[in-house]
Protein backbone atom coordinates (compact mmCIF):
# COMPACT_ATOMS: atom_id res chain seq x y z
CA UNK A 1 0.00 0.00 0.00
CA UNK A 2 1.31 3.48 -0.83
CA UNK A 3 0.88 6.51 1.03
CA UNK A 4 -2.01 7.86 -0.62
CA UNK A 5 -4.38 4.75 -0.46
CA UNK A 6 -6.42 4.10 2.11
CA UNK A 7 -6.87 1.03 4.12
CA UNK A 8 -10.50 -0.36 3.72
CA UNK A 9 -10.25 -0.65 8.06
CA UNK A 10 -10.62 3.09 7.92
CA UNK A 11 -13.57 3.57 5.94
CA UNK A 12 -15.45 0.12 8.13
CA UNK A 13 -18.15 -1.92 6.01
CA UNK A 14 -20.90 0.94 6.12
CA UNK A 15 -18.10 3.85 5.25
CA UNK A 16 -16.79 1.50 2.38
CA UNK A 17 -20.20 1.06 0.38
CA UNK A 18 -21.09 4.67 0.68
CA UNK A 19 -18.11 5.59 -0.96
CA UNK A 20 -18.48 2.68 -3.47
CA UNK A 21 -22.07 3.35 -4.59
CA UNK A 22 -22.86 6.99 -4.28
CA UNK A 23 -22.37 7.60 -7.60
CA UNK A 24 -25.26 5.01 -9.39
CA UNK A 25 -27.87 7.12 -9.65
CA UNK A 26 -31.19 5.17 -10.46
CA UNK A 27 -32.52 5.22 -14.00
CA UNK A 28 -35.02 2.47 -14.69
CA UNK A 29 -39.12 2.85 -13.35
CA UNK A 30 -38.71 -0.54 -11.77
CA UNK A 31 -36.12 0.32 -9.76
CA UNK A 32 -37.82 1.74 -6.42
CA UNK A 33 -35.49 1.36 -3.60
CA UNK A 34 -31.68 1.05 -4.17
CA UNK A 35 -28.59 0.90 -1.69
CA UNK A 36 -29.31 2.22 1.28
CA UNK A 37 -31.93 -0.02 3.00
CA UNK A 38 -32.27 -3.86 4.47
CA UNK A 39 -33.03 -4.56 0.87
CA UNK A 40 -33.81 -2.90 -2.66
CA UNK A 41 -37.57 -2.67 -3.67
CA UNK A 42 -38.19 -3.41 -7.52
CA UNK A 43 -41.65 -2.71 -9.52
CA UNK A 44 -42.22 -5.28 -12.45
CA UNK A 45 -45.98 -5.06 -12.74
CA UNK A 46 -46.80 -7.32 -15.41
CA UNK A 47 -43.05 -8.50 -17.08
CA UNK A 48 -41.52 -11.81 -16.46
CA UNK A 49 -38.37 -11.18 -14.02
CA UNK A 50 -35.32 -12.49 -15.67
CA UNK A 51 -32.36 -13.55 -12.64
CA UNK A 52 -28.67 -14.61 -13.22
CA UNK A 53 -25.86 -14.68 -11.11
CA UNK A 54 -21.96 -15.03 -12.12
CA UNK A 55 -18.88 -15.85 -9.05
CA UNK A 56 -15.52 -14.59 -10.46
CA UNK A 57 -12.52 -15.66 -8.35
CA UNK A 58 -8.92 -14.26 -8.33
CA UNK A 59 -6.82 -17.11 -9.19
CA UNK A 60 -9.30 -19.47 -11.22
CA UNK A 61 -11.30 -16.54 -13.29
CA UNK A 62 -8.89 -14.11 -13.36
CA UNK A 63 -5.24 -12.55 -12.49
CA UNK A 64 -4.87 -9.40 -10.89
CA UNK A 65 -0.97 -9.20 -12.16
CA UNK A 66 -1.87 -8.37 -15.90
CA UNK A 67 -5.80 -7.65 -15.70
CA UNK A 68 -6.45 -3.90 -14.70
CA UNK A 69 -8.92 -3.93 -12.00
CA UNK A 70 -11.57 -1.30 -13.66
CA UNK A 71 -11.45 -3.58 -16.50
CA UNK A 72 -12.43 -6.26 -14.44
CA UNK A 73 -15.00 -4.69 -12.55
CA UNK A 74 -16.43 -3.85 -16.02
CA UNK A 75 -16.49 -7.14 -17.64
CA UNK A 76 -17.84 -8.70 -13.91
CA UNK A 77 -21.10 -6.42 -14.52
CA UNK A 78 -21.00 -7.49 -18.28
CA UNK A 79 -21.01 -11.21 -18.32
CA UNK A 80 -23.84 -11.04 -16.34
CA UNK A 81 -26.10 -8.55 -19.00
CA UNK A 82 -24.62 -11.46 -21.32
CA UNK A 83 -26.95 -13.71 -19.80
CA UNK A 84 -30.11 -11.62 -19.97
CA UNK A 85 -29.56 -10.89 -23.96
CA UNK A 86 -29.05 -14.33 -24.30
CA UNK A 87 -32.89 -14.77 -22.85
CA UNK A 88 -33.61 -11.97 -25.15
CA UNK A 89 -34.26 -9.62 -22.04
CA UNK A 90 -33.71 -6.63 -20.82
CA UNK A 91 -31.11 -6.41 -18.19
CA UNK A 92 -32.06 -3.69 -15.66
CA UNK A 93 -30.33 -4.03 -12.14
CA UNK A 94 -27.46 -5.62 -10.37
CA UNK A 95 -26.15 -6.02 -7.25
CA UNK A 96 -22.76 -6.35 -6.19
CA UNK A 97 -21.07 -8.54 -3.32
CA UNK A 98 -17.15 -8.37 -3.49
CA UNK A 99 -14.42 -10.02 -0.66
CA UNK A 100 -11.06 -8.68 -0.46
CA UNK A 101 -7.83 -10.02 1.41
CA UNK A 102 -5.87 -7.46 3.39
CA UNK A 103 -3.89 -6.65 0.43
CA UNK A 104 -6.36 -4.38 -1.22
CA UNK A 105 -7.03 -0.90 -0.80
CA UNK A 106 -9.86 1.61 -0.82
CA UNK A 107 -8.45 2.63 -4.12
CA UNK A 108 -8.35 -0.58 -5.56
CA UNK A 109 -12.01 -1.64 -5.01
CA UNK A 110 -12.98 1.93 -6.04
CA UNK A 111 -10.96 0.96 -9.50
CA UNK A 112 -13.33 -1.99 -9.80
CA UNK A 113 -16.86 -0.32 -9.01
CA UNK A 114 -15.55 2.61 -12.03
CA UNK A 115 -15.45 0.04 -13.99
CA UNK A 116 -18.95 -1.57 -12.79
CA UNK A 117 -20.42 2.04 -13.20
CA UNK A 118 -19.31 2.28 -16.81
CA UNK A 119 -21.18 -1.25 -17.65
CA UNK A 120 -24.07 0.19 -15.37
CA UNK A 121 -23.70 3.63 -17.66
CA UNK A 122 -23.10 2.46 -21.32
CA UNK A 123 -25.92 -0.52 -20.62
CA UNK A 124 -28.23 1.47 -18.52
CA UNK A 125 -28.20 -0.37 -15.57
CA UNK A 126 -29.25 0.63 -11.85
CA UNK A 127 -26.51 -1.06 -8.92
CA UNK A 128 -29.07 -1.99 -6.22
CA UNK A 129 -27.27 -3.44 -3.71
CA UNK A 130 -24.68 -6.03 -2.70
CA UNK A 131 -22.24 -6.89 0.38
CA UNK A 132 -18.53 -6.50 1.20
CA UNK A 133 -16.57 -8.87 3.52
CA UNK A 134 -12.94 -9.67 4.07
CA UNK A 135 -11.39 -12.41 2.38
CA UNK A 136 -8.41 -14.94 3.39
CA UNK A 137 -7.91 -16.38 -0.38
CA UNK A 138 -7.84 -13.18 -2.30
CA UNK A 139 -10.23 -11.02 -4.27
CA UNK A 140 -13.93 -12.17 -4.69
CA UNK A 141 -16.78 -10.99 -6.96
CA UNK A 142 -20.22 -12.14 -7.63
CA UNK A 143 -23.03 -10.39 -9.25
CA UNK A 144 -26.63 -10.70 -9.59
CA UNK A 145 -28.24 -9.67 -12.62
CA UNK A 146 -31.77 -8.44 -12.85
CA UNK A 147 -33.74 -8.20 -15.99
CA UNK A 148 -37.32 -7.99 -17.59
CA UNK A 149 -38.63 -9.58 -20.23
CA UNK A 150 -42.42 -9.83 -21.96
CA UNK A 151 -43.51 -13.31 -21.48
CA UNK A 152 -43.98 -14.25 -25.21
CA UNK A 153 -40.63 -12.43 -25.85
CA UNK A 154 -38.73 -14.96 -23.84
CA UNK A 155 -36.08 -17.22 -25.71
CA UNK A 156 -34.72 -20.47 -23.77
CA UNK A 157 -32.40 -22.83 -24.78
CA UNK A 158 -35.21 -25.81 -25.82
CA UNK A 159 -36.64 -24.26 -28.81
CA UNK A 160 -34.44 -25.34 -31.65
CA UNK A 161 -36.56 -27.34 -34.53
CA UNK A 162 -35.05 -29.53 -37.23
CA UNK A 163 -33.93 -27.57 -40.57
CA UNK A 164 -33.55 -24.27 -38.28
CA UNK A 165 -30.39 -22.32 -38.88
CA UNK A 166 -27.12 -21.74 -36.26
CA UNK A 167 -26.47 -18.67 -36.17
CA UNK A 168 -23.35 -16.90 -34.08
CA UNK A 169 -22.90 -13.05 -34.04
CA UNK A 170 -19.60 -11.13 -33.83
CA UNK A 171 -16.34 -13.00 -34.53
CA UNK A 172 -15.11 -16.50 -31.92
CA UNK A 173 -11.48 -17.43 -30.41
CA UNK A 174 -10.31 -13.61 -30.13
CA UNK A 175 -10.68 -13.97 -26.39
CA UNK A 176 -8.73 -17.00 -26.13
CA UNK A 177 -6.13 -16.08 -27.98
CA UNK A 178 -5.93 -12.86 -26.10
CA UNK A 179 -5.48 -14.59 -22.79
CA UNK A 180 -2.68 -16.65 -23.87
CA UNK A 181 -1.02 -13.56 -25.07
CA UNK A 182 -1.77 -11.89 -21.71
CA UNK A 183 -0.06 -15.29 -19.85
CA UNK A 184 2.53 -15.48 -22.07
CA UNK A 185 3.79 -11.89 -21.58
CA UNK A 186 3.04 -12.03 -17.74
CA UNK A 187 5.94 -15.47 -17.90
CA UNK A 188 7.96 -13.63 -20.13
CA UNK A 189 7.98 -10.21 -17.51
CA UNK A 190 8.23 -12.59 -14.43
CA UNK A 191 11.67 -14.21 -16.02
CA UNK A 192 12.65 -11.02 -17.18
CA UNK A 193 12.56 -9.61 -13.67
CA UNK A 194 12.93 -6.05 -14.71
CA UNK A 195 10.27 -3.38 -13.15
CA UNK A 196 10.42 -1.51 -16.52
CA UNK A 197 9.72 -4.38 -19.04
CA UNK A 198 7.60 -3.65 -21.76
CA UNK A 199 4.98 -6.28 -22.86
CA UNK A 200 4.84 -6.72 -26.47
CA UNK A 201 1.13 -5.75 -27.39
CA UNK A 202 1.60 -4.02 -30.60
CA UNK A 203 -0.91 -4.76 -33.46
CA UNK A 204 -3.09 -6.93 -30.65
CA UNK A 205 -5.27 -4.80 -29.73
CA UNK A 206 -8.43 -6.80 -30.66
CA UNK A 207 -7.60 -10.09 -29.01
CA UNK A 208 -6.83 -8.21 -26.09
CA UNK A 209 -9.78 -6.18 -25.62
CA UNK A 210 -12.19 -9.23 -26.27
CA UNK A 211 -10.57 -10.76 -23.19
CA UNK A 212 -10.19 -7.95 -20.97
CA UNK A 213 -13.39 -5.55 -22.11
CA UNK A 214 -15.60 -8.00 -23.43
CA UNK A 215 -19.29 -6.36 -24.70
CA UNK A 216 -22.72 -7.70 -24.22
CA UNK A 217 -24.18 -8.27 -27.86
CA UNK A 218 -27.24 -6.03 -27.12
CA UNK A 219 -27.27 -4.54 -30.38
CA UNK A 220 -27.87 -8.06 -31.97
CA UNK A 221 -30.58 -8.74 -29.63
CA UNK A 222 -32.45 -4.77 -31.00
CA UNK A 223 -31.58 -6.03 -34.84
CA UNK A 224 -33.27 -9.02 -34.23
CA UNK A 225 -36.29 -7.35 -32.83
CA UNK A 226 -36.01 -4.91 -35.82
CA UNK A 227 -36.46 -7.40 -38.42
CA UNK A 228 -39.45 -9.47 -36.83
CA UNK A 229 -36.85 -12.20 -35.70
CA UNK A 230 -37.44 -14.35 -32.65
CA UNK A 231 -35.20 -17.26 -32.18
CA UNK A 232 -36.13 -20.46 -31.11
CA UNK A 233 -33.30 -20.92 -28.93
CA UNK A 234 -30.57 -18.71 -27.89
CA UNK A 235 -27.40 -18.69 -25.45
CA UNK A 236 -24.19 -16.48 -24.87
CA UNK A 237 -20.89 -17.86 -25.53
CA UNK A 238 -18.89 -18.18 -22.28
CA UNK A 239 -17.74 -21.34 -22.85
CA UNK A 240 -16.86 -22.24 -26.27
CA UNK A 241 -19.12 -22.91 -29.09
CA UNK A 242 -18.83 -26.84 -29.17
CA UNK A 243 -20.04 -26.47 -25.45
CA UNK A 244 -22.90 -24.19 -26.19
CA UNK A 245 -23.65 -26.46 -29.57
CA UNK A 246 -24.27 -29.33 -27.55
CA UNK A 247 -26.27 -27.38 -24.23
CA UNK A 248 -28.54 -26.36 -27.10
CA UNK A 249 -29.11 -29.33 -28.97
CA UNK A 250 -28.96 -31.69 -25.57
CA UNK A 251 -32.36 -29.22 -24.24
CA UNK A 252 -33.81 -28.85 -27.59
CA UNK A 253 -33.22 -32.89 -28.11
CA UNK A 254 -31.27 -32.63 -31.48
CA UNK A 255 -28.35 -32.80 -33.65
CA UNK A 256 -26.60 -30.32 -35.55
CA UNK A 257 -23.95 -29.93 -38.31
CA UNK A 258 -21.55 -26.56 -38.46
CA UNK A 259 -19.33 -25.79 -41.23
CA UNK A 260 -16.10 -25.39 -40.55
CA UNK A 261 -15.43 -22.55 -43.21
CA UNK A 262 -18.55 -20.89 -41.87
CA UNK A 263 -16.80 -20.11 -38.28
CA UNK A 264 -16.33 -16.26 -38.46
CA UNK A 265 -12.80 -15.25 -36.83
CA UNK A 266 -10.72 -12.40 -36.77
CA UNK A 267 -7.34 -11.39 -38.49
CA UNK A 268 -5.69 -11.04 -35.16
CA UNK A 269 -6.80 -14.17 -34.09
CA UNK A 270 -5.78 -16.29 -36.90
CA UNK A 271 -2.53 -14.44 -36.54
CA UNK A 272 -1.85 -15.45 -32.85
CA UNK A 273 -3.05 -18.88 -33.35
CA UNK A 274 -0.37 -19.62 -35.81
CA UNK A 275 2.17 -17.69 -33.42
CA UNK A 276 1.58 -20.31 -30.89
CA UNK A 277 1.13 -22.94 -33.20
CA UNK A 278 -2.70 -23.25 -32.23
CA UNK A 279 -5.24 -25.00 -34.41
CA UNK A 280 -7.38 -21.68 -35.10
CA UNK A 281 -11.01 -23.93 -35.25
CA UNK A 282 -10.03 -25.42 -32.17
CA UNK A 283 -9.22 -22.13 -30.19
CA UNK A 284 -12.64 -20.64 -32.24
CA UNK A 285 -14.81 -23.99 -31.16
CA UNK A 286 -13.34 -24.47 -27.26
CA UNK A 287 -11.64 -21.24 -26.02
CA UNK A 288 -15.02 -19.49 -24.55
CA UNK A 289 -15.45 -16.10 -23.22
CA UNK A 290 -16.22 -14.30 -26.15
CA UNK A 291 -20.09 -13.64 -25.08
CA UNK A 292 -21.15 -13.59 -28.32
CA UNK A 293 -24.93 -14.89 -29.16
CA UNK A 294 -25.47 -17.94 -30.78
CA UNK A 295 -29.06 -18.77 -31.33
CA UNK A 296 -31.19 -20.60 -33.76
CA UNK A 297 -33.60 -19.33 -36.56
CA UNK A 298 -36.44 -21.05 -38.84
CA UNK A 299 -35.22 -21.28 -42.31
CA UNK A 300 -37.75 -19.10 -43.60
CA UNK A 301 -36.04 -16.02 -41.88
CA UNK A 302 -32.57 -16.84 -43.96
CA UNK A 303 -32.87 -13.51 -45.94
CA UNK A 304 -33.99 -10.96 -42.81
CA UNK A 305 -31.06 -13.22 -40.90
CA UNK A 306 -28.47 -12.33 -43.23
CA UNK A 307 -29.21 -8.80 -43.66
CA UNK A 308 -27.84 -8.47 -40.17
CA UNK A 309 -24.34 -6.93 -39.92
CA UNK A 310 -22.34 -9.09 -37.52
CA UNK A 311 -24.45 -11.82 -37.82
CA UNK A 312 -23.26 -15.36 -39.32
CA UNK A 313 -25.33 -18.67 -40.29
CA UNK A 314 -22.68 -21.04 -39.64
CA UNK A 315 -24.97 -24.21 -40.08
CA UNK A 316 -28.07 -25.76 -39.23
CA UNK A 317 -30.06 -28.36 -36.97
CA UNK A 318 -30.49 -31.89 -37.85
CA UNK A 319 -32.47 -34.99 -36.56
CA UNK A 320 -30.75 -36.10 -33.02
CA UNK A 321 -29.80 -39.62 -34.20
CA UNK A 322 -27.51 -37.56 -36.95
CA UNK A 323 -25.47 -36.47 -33.77
CA UNK A 324 -23.59 -32.99 -33.43
CA UNK A 325 -20.72 -32.65 -36.10
CA UNK A 326 -18.38 -30.00 -37.07
CA UNK A 327 -18.19 -30.20 -41.14
CA UNK A 328 -14.35 -29.94 -42.35
CA UNK A 329 -13.25 -27.79 -45.51
CA UNK A 330 -12.84 -31.46 -47.34
CA UNK A 331 -16.09 -32.68 -46.05
CA UNK A 332 -15.22 -34.73 -43.55
CA UNK A 333 -17.29 -34.72 -40.17
CA UNK A 334 -15.73 -34.87 -36.77
CA UNK A 335 -17.73 -35.10 -33.84
CA UNK A 336 -18.33 -32.13 -31.43
CA UNK A 337 -17.44 -32.73 -27.80
CA UNK A 338 -17.22 -30.04 -25.14
CA UNK A 339 -13.88 -29.11 -25.01
CA UNK A 340 -13.89 -25.64 -23.43
CA UNK A 341 -13.79 -24.33 -19.53
CA UNK A 342 -14.25 -27.25 -17.09
CA UNK A 343 -15.15 -25.14 -13.80
CA UNK A 344 -14.22 -28.00 -11.66
CA UNK A 345 -11.30 -30.15 -13.15
CA UNK A 346 -9.06 -32.83 -11.04
CA UNK A 347 -7.48 -31.77 -7.69
CA UNK A 348 -3.89 -31.70 -9.62
CA UNK A 349 -5.11 -29.55 -12.54
CA UNK A 350 -6.43 -25.83 -13.16
CA UNK A 351 -9.45 -25.54 -15.23
CA UNK A 352 -6.74 -24.12 -17.80
CA UNK A 353 -4.87 -27.65 -17.83
CA UNK A 354 -8.25 -29.41 -17.78
CA UNK A 355 -8.88 -27.41 -21.17
CA UNK A 356 -5.63 -27.93 -22.69
CA UNK A 357 -5.50 -31.54 -21.93
CA UNK A 358 -9.57 -32.00 -23.76
CA UNK A 359 -8.34 -30.16 -26.73
CA UNK A 360 -5.03 -32.60 -26.69
CA UNK A 361 -7.35 -35.74 -26.42
CA UNK A 362 -9.24 -34.96 -29.84
CA UNK A 363 -7.50 -34.68 -33.29
CA UNK A 364 -8.58 -31.22 -34.63
CA UNK A 365 -9.40 -30.49 -37.89
CA UNK A 366 -6.45 -29.12 -40.03
Not at 167 to 192: I, K, P, W
Not at 312 to 320: E, H, M, N, Q, R
Request: a negative charge.
Amino acid sequence: MTPNETEIASLGEFGLIDRLTRDFPLKNPSSVKGVGDDAAVLDYKDKRVLVTTDLLLEGIHFDVRYVPLKHLGYKAAVVNFSDIYAMNGTPKQITVSIGMSSRFTVEHIEAIYSGIRLACEIYGVDLVGGDTSASATGLVISITCIGEAEEEDIVYRDGAKETDLICVSGDLGAAYMGLQLLERENSVAAAHGAPDFQPDFAGKEYILERQLKPEARKDVVEALRKAGIKPTSMMDVSDGLSSELLHICHASRTGCRVYEDKIPIDYQTAVMAEEFNMNLVTAAMNGGEDYELLFTVPLTDHDKVKAIPGVSVIGYVTKPELGCALVTRDGQELGIKAQGWNAFPRPSESPAQAEAEAENSEKSPE
